[in-house]
């Protein structure tokens, strides 16, 4: 499966913001996909997941309440809500797919796209 990651930008905190993870390929509906962020000289880190089915989803506590992942399987594509942007949610935003058991693991997803861009200004 391939995957792109769009929708980033630059944003003052506050406002909302959503990104959008296309995928092109068969059994799109089979994959577990979740969304990765890695800020200027941190580590790439889980934000969020989202079973293949769409009935479960997890999110790492820093953005708890914030934000929302949720899935079209008609659309393939993968939506990440971002609600009251902070200035330390400015990453480099990637979606990824892994198959089995969802993973908040970087090294647990198989299938990587290119990275979208948010940066948020205080």
């Known amino acids: 499966v391939q995957l792109q990651a769009s929708g980033g930008g630059l944003v003052q905190a506050g406002v909302s913001l959503t990104l959008s993870c296309a995928a092109s390929?068969?059994?799109?509906?089979?994959?577990?996909i979740g969304w990765f962020r890695q800020a200027p000289g941190k580590e790439r880190e889980f934000v969020a997941t989202?079973?293949?089915?769409?009935?479960?989803?997890y999110y790492t506590d820093s953005v708890k309440g914030r934000f929302t992942i949720s899935r079209d399987n008609a659309r393939n594509t993968v939506y990440l809500l971002m609600n009251s942007l902070k200035p330390e949610d400015t990453a480099v935003y990637y979606c990824?797919?892994?198959?089995?058991?969802?993973?908040?693991?970087?090294?647990?997803?198989?299938?990587w796209g290119k990275g979208t861009l948010v940066t948020v200004s205080s």
């Open positions: 989202i079973n293949w089915s769409g009935e479960s989803t």
């Open positions: 390929g068969r059994s799109f509906r089979a994959y577990n």
């Open positions: 990824a797919a892994n198959s089995g058991l969802p993973q908040r693991r970087v090294s647990g997803m198989d299938y």
